[in-house]
């Protein structure tokens, strides 16, 4: 039996994900939506990425600010005095809290903002969609975006078998059926999707 060239070519950006997705939880393994807690479910805050652009401000201690640091591919930038600081996979709050903690050698009570200048992220949506493939979406954009960019489900498409793929900060799959993302059901929608995620339908 002869298969539609369209199910072909998700067959193979398929077989090619295996290797990246076989990492994650075991085959099978998931979590659903509407079981995550709260914190991990919606509007959780940006996790800093390689190539973001960072901004560092030391109140009262200019000199000790940076601006539009890059985020090396070793995940790390340099503040003056302390050095290296990892920054890559923690959230602008958390290396807030590590900076001033380090300052705390050097200056009394240190107060520390941070800003980030988060890069483009590509999201890869794979198995039974119009138009498997990568594509650019801005920092943050939900799971209905994703879907949208790739044309949404194919005829052959599982309705209640889309996933996202997450690789850090731990590896997870995360379950939705496609009617929960139409009706934008408990935030389903606008899931906020983060750099390195992957959209699998089935």
Aim: proline residues 7%; aromatic residues 8%; hydrophobic residues 45%.
């Amino acid at each position: 039996m002869s298969i539609p060239a369209g199910r072909s070519l998700r067959a193979m950006l398929c077989f090619a994900a295996i290797p990246m997705l076989a990492s994650c939880a075991g085959a099978g393994e998931y979590v659903w939506f509407s079981q995550l807690p709260p914190a991990q479910a919606q509007f959780a805050e940006y996790l800093i990425d390689t190539g973001d652009l960072v901004d560092v401000k030391v109140l009262s201690h200019e000199d000790m600010s940076v601006l539009k640091q890059k985020v090396r591919a070793d995940g790390r930038i340099s503040i003056p005095i302390i050095g290296d600081v990892e920054a890559r996979g923690k959230r602008p709050s958390a290396l807030r809290a590590e900076i001033e903690g380090r300052l705390k050698d050097y200056f009394v009570s240190p107060s520390v903002t941070i800003a980030v200048d988060e890069t483009p992220m590509t999201i890869a949506c794979l198995g039974e969609v119009s138009r498997p493939g990568a594509y650019p979406l801005e920092p943050g954009a939900g799971l209905a975006k994703a879907l949208a960019s790739a044309g949404g489900l194919s005829d052959y498409a599982n309705r209640d078998k889309v996933y996202v793929v997450r690789q850090r900060p731990a590896p997870m799959r995360i379950r939705f059926t496609y009617e929960w993302v139409l009706r934008n059901e408990n935030h389903a929608a606008s899931f906020p999707l983060r750099a390195g995620d992957t959209v699998v339908v089935e």
